[in-house]
């Protein structure tokens, strides 16, 4: 069991020289009001006058004391670097190395130089705590820590929260589920108003671990003893409660031995509280921190065993993430290229070790570009959007030239059907543009390697390379997809397997040419005369039904009217009428030469069609829409499989020599390995962390079985 102390004094040491705070070690924690008598416990425990003096507020920094039990045989022990120790009893700081301090007065002095250093010269704290190893042959085996006494105002260069700062402080070391808490109080002051009391039960609420110390019992007022409170009946503590006696300042004035003070301790104890004499005092409050220190130290033991275990294995593994030091750099350049390519053309074939689970990436996302995004939106476009009945009209008469036309003709449906294909371009090239970022996406997926992290410049590098390559390949992309297009604008196949809407029109327009020419024939001849009686003219019917008939087409054109008014009676204007408007067109076409015509209308008029321009527009319509659909079915299928060729594969079967013959250069090499600062900080803090921890583990796998029981 007496081992057990040292192996955390080891422990204690290994992990204060890596500043860490990670594994919490057992040890006994000093907590109490200021000027409550915490820094006359701790030198009665250890026979010396060593600690700072003073009124106010003088323990200004955590003070982290090791006491060693050493005797006066034991060689090893006071062996240091060879040389042996003559004195009887000496002091180390882990500040000043193996400095061997055999005057506790310089110890002293030690100790006010180091919390002046860093908490100033008036009154100011620190959080860094000071390490204090005593060995003495006087000394039970403890680890203690003294905390800076709780205080309300703030005096000299205190900041104005110094009484949220020190409880902070305390907080944080007791908080250690693996701490003694050492909860010290003045036997002259009412011990129900103690802050450290207050303090201990906030974080032990079961005070388990937490043991209470009545400092000052001779300075009780006359009358009054400290009885009760000694015997637990006033604030029970589960650990007990100990009285103790310090020296007075008028003591500590005449340098008065510890030795003679504890004499004086044992005389008042046995005087004042005869019963109960055994059980208070320093000495046995040394016997009883040793104790607890020891029975804790044997229970959390397995489980910092275990602890220290675990955390090696995890710094081990982020050692590993960062990489040994670079020793042949051309080599470990080549294997971050190839690592990269393969990483690259892995997430695009969907073969990746780490396979996203969030939202999809590489490949699924081009596929769903293809199949989803272009999919759709080629279904989504109407074929015969943006075409009117009038728009239709017009292209066939244009098609048709001064003659009239006595089918649809050809060259109307090509026209029009060429102006629905071209509207697939757009939709194309953006599906072009969708792969071309997610192939940039995929540089970022796979950037998070650790040895992109390692080496920023080459990561850098490594972007820049592959994202000029996809760029490169965009224009040919690009063009390709267009080219498809121009492809199916080029030869409109009206022959084509799937474009069986041509016969089917062609046989139902024969079936409606059938029709007519049925009912045409079924209708009686028109030969009636008419007599005019008031202008002796005959008119046959027939002849009427013809100009009627040409002069209503005139009108249409000319949007005018369509009376069956014969032109013979159209009322003429006479030479003044006719020149009447300087600026008419009549006038204006009287100076060209006699042109009754109307002008011809720029834009075809709104109108109800007849019913063969409707039997016309829907069969062009039909036309359209057959042909159309055929087009965007090889529009579909042809221009994914045209980025997959121009810009996908190529970019796959030749990144990894792209990036080969772009930063493989030895002038380079130096500047594309300079190791990322923040990495290399990382990596010397993580083996520093991990030698501790491996030291830490041998330390206590050097602890017996037996030493647990």
């Known amino acids: 069991m007496e081992a057990l102390i040292p192996v955390i004094n080891k422990l204690q040491d290994v992990f204060n020289t890596v500043g860490s705070e990670t594994i919490q070690l057992p040890q006994i924690v000093v907590i109490g009001t200021q000027s409550s008598g915490k820094s006359s416990v701790l030198e009665s425990l250890v026979g010396r006058d060593f600690l700072p003096r003073g009124t106010g507020i003088v323990t200004r920094r955590p003070l982290i004391l090791q006491l060693v039990h050493i005797s006066k045989d034991d060689k090893q022990e006071r062996l240091q670097d060879g040389n042996p120790i003559e004195a009887e009893e000496w002091g180390k700081f882990l500040h000043t190395k193996n400095k061997i301090y055999t005057d506790f007065d310089d110890i002293r002095h030690e100790i006010e130089n180091e919390t002046e250093r860093m908490g100033g010269t008036n009154k100011g704290i620190c959080q860094d705590p000071i390490n204090l190893k005593i060995f003495s042959p006087r000394v039970v085996s403890l680890t203690l820590i003294d905390l800076p006494g709780i205080t309300k105002v703030p005096v000299g260069d205190q900041p104005h929260d110094i009484e949220l700062q020190v409880r902070e402080m305390c907080i944080n070391y007791i908080r250690n589920p693996n701490s003694i808490i050492l909860a010290v109080s003045a036997a002259n002051t009412d011990m129900a108003t103690s802050e450290a009391l207050k303090l201990a039960k906030e974080v032990d609420p079961d005070g388990r671990r937490t043991l209470a110390v009545l400092t000052k019992l001779d300075l009780m007022d006359a009358g009054t003893d400290a009885m009760d409170l000694l015997c637990g009946r006033v604030i029970p503590v589960k650990l007990g409660i100990i009285g103790v006696v310090n020296r007075s300042q008028a003591d500590i004035n005449e340098q008065k031995e510890i030795e003679d003070s504890l004499r004086d301790e044992g005389s008042f104890l ?207 992309t690009n063009s390709m997809v267009e080219n498809l297009v121009a492809i199916e604008l080029a030869y409109v196949n009206t022959k084509h397997p799937d474009f069986t809407e041509a016969g089917l029109v062609h046989r139902s327009l024969l079936d409606g040419l059938d029709t007519d020419l049925r009912q045409s024939r079924k209708e009686p001849a028109n030969k009636q005369i008419v007599q005019d009686d008031s202008h002796g003219k005959l008119t046959a019917s027939r002849s009427e039904n013809v100009n009627g008939g040409m002069w209503k087409l005139g009108n249409w054109v000319r949007g005018g009217r369509t009376d069956n008014t014969p032109p013979e009676t159209a009322p003429m204007l006479a030479p003044e009428q006719f020149n009447s408007s300087p600026n008419s067109p009549a006038r204006s076409a009287s100076s060209k030469g006699v042109n009754l015509l109307p002008e011809v209308p720029m834009h075809a008029l709104t109108r109800k069609l007849s019913q063969r321009e409707t039997r016309d527009c829907e069969v062009i319509e039909r036309l359209i829409k057959s042909y159309f659909l055929i087009v965007r079915k090889n529009i579909q299928d042809s221009v994914p499989k045209g980025i997959m060729h121009f810009l996908v594969n190529h970019v796959k079967d030749n990144l990894q020599s792209e990036l080969v013959s772009m930063l493989y250069k030895k002038e380079e090499i130096d500047r594309l390995l300079e190791e990322s600062e923040h990495i290399a900080a990382r990596r010397r803090e993580a083996q520093e962390m991990l030698k501790a921890l491996q030291r830490a583990s041998h330390i206590i796998s050097d602890v017996r079985e037996t030493h647990l029981w």
């Open 270 to 476: 046995q005087k004042k509280y005869p019963s109960i004499a055994n059980r208070n005092g320093t000495p046995f409050l040394a016997r009883t921190l040793n104790r607890l220190l020891m029975h804790h130290i044997r229970d959390c033991l397995p489980e910092l065993k275990t602890r220290v275990n675990v955390m090696a294995a995890q710094f081990q593994s982020l050692l590993n993430s960062f990489g040994e030091a670079v020793e042949d750099k051309g080599q470990l350049l080549l294997q971050i290229i190839t690592k990269f390519a393969s990483a690259y053309c892995q997430t695009i074939e969907g073969t990746a070790k780490n396979i996203e689970t969030t939202e999809l990436c590489g490949g699924a996302r081009i596929c769903y570009i293809f199949h989803e995004t272009f999919g759709r939106t080629l279904e989504s476009v109407n074929p015969l959007a943006g075409l009117s009945n009038i728009e239709i009209l017009t292209a066939i008469r244009n098609a048709t030239g001064p003659r009239p036309a006595l089918f649809v003709p050809e060259v109307a449906f090509e026209l029009l059907v060429k102006r629905q294909i071209r509207r697939l371009e757009e939709p194309s090239l953006r599906c072009v543009e969708l792969v071309h970022e997610e192939l940039q996406r995929i540089i970022q997926h796979c950037g998070t390697q650790q040895e992109m992290l390692r080496f920023p410049k080459l990561h850098e590098c490594i972007v820049d390379v592959v994202t000029a390559l996809l760029r490169r390949r965009l224009p040919p």
